[in-house]
């Protein structure tokens, strides 16, 4: 699986989101800023997003996806 699809799966599922993708297709690392975070907490931001991808999970073609789940203003914030 390549980032670019990791991307797209992840751009159709979670609203109005900027995405920054590194790694390889396996095991990579995700930076997604979306006001669809506001109001949940760090666990269920990671969920939302490991549910996403739980199939290239069960199937292997994903290996380990490191996640960092902001909002705008959080992201404004560490930047």
């Known amino acids: ?3 670019e ?3 797209s ?3 159709t599922n ?3 989101c900027e995405i920054t993708m590194e790694g390889d297709g396996c095991n990579c690392s995700a930076l997604i800023i979306s006001p669809t975070f506001d109001g949940l907490t760090m666990l269920q931001r990671q969920k ?3 549910g996403i991808m739980k199939d290239e999970f069960a199937t292997g073609e ?3 996806l490191s996640i960092k ?3 705008p203003a959080e992201n404004l914030k560490i930047s």
Request: zero cysteines; hydrophobic letters at 50%.
């Open 48 to 50: 939302m997003v490991l």
């Open 5 to 7: 699809q990791i991307k």
């Open 14 to 16: 979670i609203k109005d």
């Open 69 to 71: 789940a902001r909002t």
């Open 1 to 3: 699986m390549t980032l």
């Open 9 to 11: 799966k992840l751009k």
């Open 62 to 64: 994903l290996h380990a």
